[in-house]
């Protein structure tokens, strides 16, 4: 079992920059892919960047690339996302997920709300 929680969301100006956090409990976070979600009000949920257990590999969607970085610290059970050169169209909730198999995010956070004004 694995209880994720994130913080780091807010109000900022295109063009800004926000660090996400998502801290894990459990002694198995470091065994753990993990990915980071967005969901925009009216749209469907989709992935933004994700790393593998060791934190050796990473990948992005295409429309981030360049601007975010997801890294991970397994001695603090903590995998962050930071977002640089924020656009509007980045506004939505941010969740972290732990893959459980291929493909499967098994674990959830509770989402952090990212708003970037024009």
């Known amino acids: 079992q694995v209880r994720l929680v994130e913080s780091g969301g807010g109000l900022v100006q295109a063009g800004g920059s926000l660090r996400l956090s998502c801290a894990a409990s459990?002694?198995?976070?470091?065994?753990?892919?993990m990915g980071w979600f967005r969901q925009a009000p009216g749209k469907e949920r989709e992935l933004v960047a994700s790393?593998?257990?060791?934190?050796?590999?990473?990948s992005y969607r295409d429309s981030v690339k360049g601007r975010f970085t997801i890294s991970r610290d397994n001695a603090k059970n903590t995998v962050y996302l930071q977002m640089n050169s924020l656009k509007p169209g980045d506004t939505a909730v941010y969740f972290c997920?732990?893959?459980?198999?291929?493909?499967?995010?098994?674990?959830w956070g509770q989402g952090t709300q990212v708003t970037v004004s024009s």
């Open positions: 459990g002694r198995t976070f470091s065994s753990y892919a």
């Open positions: 790393i593998s257990a060791s934190g050796g590999s990473t």
């Open positions: 997920a732990a893959r459980v198999g291929s493909d499967v995010y098994g674990y």
